[in-house]
């Protein structure tokens, strides 16, 4: 298998810049103006309750695209470092270029 750690890297920035979008989606969420429309009203509560919810999932959403991200880096850097270890053995063992 070769993976190009690269490659990784670009995906990480990938996910992280989707992670940053859709935190950005969820600051645009706002349902301060349901109570002074509505005030009182069963339909202003839900309103606000569905508001919080998906502020909430928006940023629950956000934050698993940043961890997974953080992961891929994590991934990357691992494997350039066994790519190194393992030329730098091959190197000792006298079979490098």
Known sequence: MQVDPAELRALAQSMSD???????????????????GLRG???AQAGIAAGSITTDTWSRIASRA??????????????????????DRIDTLGGGS
């Open 41 to 43: 009203s069963v339909l």
């Open 18 to 36: 989707l992670g940053a979008q859709i935190e950005a989606i969820r600051t645009q969420v706002d349902t301060s103006g349901l109570d002074a």
């Open 66 to 87: 940043s961890a997974v991200a953080g992961l891929i880096e994590a991934s990357a850097s691992s494997l350039q470092v066994a790519d190194v270890e393992f030329a």
